[in-house]
């Protein structure tokens, strides 16, 4: 299993995914991504879904605003994973789609503004768990979480990373880490932002 660390920041998180990025909030670029599409393909990187892809769809609504961050970062401080949910689970900021399904709510959304340029979208929400799952009781049970990080507006490909099945802990007392529950996270590519004022970019 694979962990990447998220930074509990007021403003912000920080996602350390080989590089550590600064957790300024995305001011400069200010919702230029609220009310747009993003849209791409998922492809498998190991296990059962190696080299499959499938579509990409994040509905962009709004922003999560810094104080709902902190009310998330400080409900993973008091009550772990199960009180993060919680939270998690009342925010609405927009919705995620893989594949041709109608998707699921993207309860996060929260942007960086990256130092090299261009956005950072940390998407957080709650996975649906099946029947199986809570019947069995398999360990896949506590992976309640699903995450995606997309890099935008950058120079050269927008891509990012996409964890189905997610375990979120808090270390150090203010460094998320987020464990996938499979071998390797898959990646997204192309992804182009589409709709608003801006148009296809």
């Given at each position: 299993m694979k962990r990447r660390g998220l930074s509990g920041l007021l403003c912000a998180l920080c996602c350390v995914a080989g590089l550590t990025f600064s957790a300024t909030p995305a001011k400069a670029q200010g919702s230029r991504y609220v009310g747009r599409d993003i849209v791409g393909t998922v492809v498998g990187v190991g296990g059962r879904l190696g080299g499959r892809t499938r579509q990409f769809r994040l509905i962009v609504e709004r922003y999560t605003s810094p104080q709902d961050v902190q009310r998330l970062t400080s409900a993973l401080q008091t009550g772990g994973q199960d009180e993060l949910l919680s939270v998690l689970s009342k925010l609405n900021a927009g919705r995620i789609?893989?594949?041709?399904?109608?998707?699921?709510?993207?309860?996060?959304?929260?942007?960086?503004?990256?130092?090299?340029?261009?956005?950072?979208?940390?998407?957080?929400?709650?996975?649906?768990?099946?029947?199986?799952?809570?019947?069995?009781?398999?360990?896949?049970?506590?992976?309640?979480?699903?995450?995606?990080?997309?890099?935008?507006?950058?120079?050269?490909?927008?891509?990012?990373?996409?964890?189905?099945?997610?375990?979120?802990?808090?270390?150090?007392?203010?460094?998320?880490?987020?464990e996938d529950f499979g071998e390797f996270p898959a990646r997204l590519l192309g992804l182009q932002a589409r709709g608003g004022k801006g148009g296809a970019r």
């Open positions: 789609q893989i594949g041709t399904g109608v998707g699921i709510t993207a309860n996060a959304i929260i942007p960086t503004e990256l130092p090299e340029g261009g956005t950072k979208l940390v998407v957080l929400f709650q996975r649906n768990i099946n029947f199986y799952e809570l019947r069995h009781g398999t360990r896949s049970e506590d992976y309640k979480f699903g995450y995606a990080e997309l890099h935008l507006g950058r120079k050269g490909d927008n891509e990012g990373t996409f964890i189905a099945a997610a375990k979120i802990k808090l270390e150090d007392g203010n460094s998320w880490v987020v």
